[in-house]
C-alpha cells in the first residue's frame, strides 16, 4: 500500500486542480508584448453584458499567410473576450448580396504565385456583433496609404481588440452623446463640414448653432460631450469666451482649428498673390492660459501637394502641369498618441504653427502632427504668391515643426482674476481651477474640411487633383473620441504587437533544408527523450533484480 501512497496523492491534488479550474478561472500571458492580455475597459465592458453577443466572423475562405494570420488573431482576441463575456462566434461565407446590403466593401488582393501567374483574391475583413437586437459592422483591416502589406496586417492585429470594444461600447448605448459645431463667426457652411457631421454620426448626436445672444447662459454648453471650433475669421465676444472657459472647468472637452493669419483665397487666384496678417479671435490670451499658443504664421513644407498650374504661354491653349504647393503641407502623424497610432499623412493648407507653453503648469501635451525634415515659416505680415512654386530649398531649416497638440489635465480659467462679463446669466462663481479634461489644438481648420466639386461632396483628405486620400477622416473622429473617451476605449489603439517579417527569398532558397529540419528535428528530439527514458528505466529495474 504504501509504494501506491504517492501515486494516490498525484491523483487527489489532479482531481482537486480539475475541479478548482471550473470555479476559478486564471490566464497567464508569457507574450512580451501582452498580445494576449485584455485591458481593464475592455473587461469592465464585457462584465456588464447581460444577454449574450453574437459574433459572425466574414473573413473566410482561401485566404494567403498573412490574412490567416489576421483571421487567427480576430479568433483569439474574441476567446479571450469570451472569458469575461459570453460570446457566440461562427463563420460565414460573405456573399456579393450580404456585402451589398451591409454596405461592405471587398478587399482585391493580388498576389503572384511561384509559377509566375498572378492569383486574385477576394476578402471580406468584418464581422458583425449582435448584442440586444443590435448591430455593429468591425472592420478588421486597417489599410493605412503608405504602409506595407504586412505593415497594414500587423497595424490590424494591434486595434483588433479596440475595433470590438468600440462596437460593443455602441451597442451598450442607451443614450446618443451629443457634440456640437459653434457657429457665429464667419466658420465654414454646412457643405464644406458635411463630411466631419457625417464621419461623427456614428457615435454621436452632431448639433450646430451660436452660442451668441443678448442674454447668454453660462450653462448652454453643458449637455455636450465636446464642443468643435472650426475655422473661426470674426472676433469672439468677451462673453463667449466666458462661456467656453467655464464649460472648460466644469469639465468639458473642446477641439480648437482655428488659424493664426488672415488671406483670402480669392485675392490669391485673382491677383496671384494676397497679403497675410495676424488673425486677430480674442482667443490668443486663453490657449495661452490653457498651455498652448497658435503662431501668427504659415508654415511651408517641401512635402507637399501638387496644384495644377498653366506652364503654356498662350492663353488660348492652356497646359495644366502639376507643381509642388508647399503651403500645402502633408502632415507627418505621432505613433505615441492614440489619436494618430497607425495613421498616414494628413492633407491640410495654410496651416499655423503650433507651440506647448507653460512648463510647470501640470498638463500633459502631446504633438500630434508636424512637419517634415525641410520646412520653413512665414511670419506675418508677410504675403502668399502663386509664383513661389520652386522656392529655395535651403531655406527650408526648420524639422518636425508641430501643427497639432492635445492637451489633458486640469485647467486654470482665463477668467480667474476677472469679473463676470456683462450679459451672461448665472447663479454660480467663477470657477479658477477646472477638473480634468481634454483639449485639442490645431492650426488649421482645413483639416477638418471637405471640398466638394460639382455639387458632390467629397471626403475630408481627399485630394482631387491626385487622387489621394489622406487620413483626416481618421484623425477627426480620433481626435474626437479621445476627448470624449471617459472609459478609456480610446487608449487600447495604443496596443503594440512587435512585427515578426519572414524573409520571403531567404525561406524560398532554403525551402529544401527548412522543411528537413522542421520534420526531422522534431522526431529526433522525440527519440532522445525515449532512448533517455528507456535507457533510465533499464538501469532502475536491472540494480533491482542485482
Known amino acids: 500500500m504504501k509504494e501506491y501512497r504517492g501515486h494516490i496523492i498525484v491523483l487527489v491534488v489532479c482531481a482537486a486542480l480539475y475541479a478548482l479550474s471550473h470555479v476559478w478561472v486564471s490566464r497567464l500571458d508569457m507574450t512580451d508584448d501582452k498580445h494576449y492580455s485584455l485591458s481593464e475597459a475592455t ?15 466574414l473573413l473566410g475562405g482561401d485566404l494567403n499567410s498573412g490574412f490567416r494570420r489576421l483571421q487567427k488573431a480576430t479568433e483569439e482576441t474574441i476567446d479571450e473576450m469570451s472569458v469575461y463575456g459570453k460570446f457566440t462566434i461562427h463563420n460565414a461565407q460573405c456573399t456579393i448580396e450580404i456585402a451589398d446590403s451591409l454596405g461592405l466593401n471587398p478587399i482585391v488582393i493580388h498576389e503572384r504565385e511561384q509559377n509566375g501567374k498572378t492569383a486574385q483574391t477576394t476578402v471580406y475583413p468584418y464581422a458583425l456583433m449582435q448584442y440586444k437586437g443590435k448591430r455593429a459592422v468591425v472592420s478588421l483591416l486597417k489599410n493605412t496609404r503608405g504602409l506595407s ?15 470590438f470594444a468600440e462596437a460593443l461600447h455602441l451597442l451598450q448605448q442607451k443614450e446618443t452623446p451629443r457634440v456640437a459645431i459653434l457657429e457665429g463667426h464667419g466658420e465654414p457652411d454646412e457643405a464644406h463640414t458635411y463630411d466631419l457631421m457625417s464621419a461623427l454620426s456614428k457615435y454621436y448626436q452632431v448639433d450646430r448653432g451660436s452660442i451668441t445672444d443678448e ?37 468639458g472637452a473642446v477641439l480648437w482649428a482655428v488659424n493664426g493669419v ?65 503651403y500645402a503641407p502633408l502632415l507627418l502623424t505621432s505613433q505615441g498618441s492614440p489619436i494618430t497610432r497607425n495613421m498616414g499623412q494628413v492633407m491640410s493648407t495654410f496651416v499655423s504653427p503650433v507651440d506647448a507653453v ?61 469679473m463676470i462679463p456683462e450679459g451672461i446669466e448665472t447663479d454660480e462663481p467663477i470657477r479658477k481651477t477646472g477638473i480634468k479634461t481634454r483639449q485639442v489644438v490645431i492650426g488649421s481648420g482645413s483639416i477638418l474640411l471637405n471640398e466638394t466639386q460639382k455639387g458632390q461632396v467629397l471626403p475630408m483628405g481627399y485630394d482631387r487633383y491626385s487622387g489621394m486620400q489622406f487620413s483626416n477622416r481618421d484623425f477627426a473622429v480620433n481626435a474626437i473620441l479621445w476627448l470624449t473617451d471617459s472609459e478609456g476605449i480610446i487608449g487600447l489603439r495604443e496596443k503594440s504587437v512587435a512585427l515578426r517579417l519572414l524573409n520571403d527569398q531567404r525561406a524560398h532558397q532554403y525551402r529544401a533544408q527548412i522543411q528537413t529540419l522542421s520534420i526531422s528535428l522534431p522526431i529526433g528530439i522525440l527519440a532522445l527523450i525515449g532512448g533517455l527514458v528507456w535507457g533510465i528505466r533499464k538501469h532502475r529495474y536491472e540494480r533491482k533484480e542485482i
Open 358 to 418: 507653460g512648463g510647470e503648469d501640470g498638463i500633459e501635451k502631446r504633438v500630434l502632427l508636424a512637419t517634415s525634415t525641410a520646412s520653413r515659416v512665414t511670419a506675418t505680415p508677410g504675403k502668399v504668391n502663386l509664383d513661389d512654386m520652386n522656392p529655395d530649398t535651403k531655406t527650408f531649416v526648420y524639422q518636425y515643426v508641430p501643427i497639432a497638440v492635445s492637451l489633458e489635465g486640469a485647467f486654470s480659467s482665463a477668467y480667474a482674476h476677472r
Open 262 to 326: 488672415q488671406f483670402s483665397e480669392q485675392v490669391l487666384q485673382q491677383e496671384g498673390f494676397t497679403p497675410i496678417i495676424a488673425m486677430e479671435l480674442g482667443l490668443s490670451e486663453m490657449l495661452f492660459r490653457y498651455g498652448v499658443r497658435v503662431n501668427p504664421a504659415l508654415v511651408q513644407d517641401i512635402q507637399c501637394l501638387p496644384i495644377p498650374v498653366n506652364v503654356s504661354s498662350d492663353p488660348s491653349q492652356p497646359n495644366l502641369q502639376p507643381m509642388p504647393w508647399t
Open 149 to 163: 502589406g504586412e505593415e497594414n496586417l500587423n497595424a490590424s492585429i494591434e486595434q483588433l481588440e479596440f475595433a
Open 43 to 57: 473587461k469592465t465592458m464585457l462584465r456588464q453584458t447581460d444577454e449574450p453577443i453574437d459574433i459572425m466572423l
Open 215 to 251: 442674454h447668454m447662459n453660462a450653462h448652454i454648453l453643458d449637455g455636450y460631450k465636446a464642443v468643435i471650433i472650426v475655422n473661426p475669421v470674426t472676433a469672439f465676444s468677451d462673453a463667449e469666451r466666458f462661456v467656453i472657459d467655464q464649460y472648460i472647468m466644469r469639465g
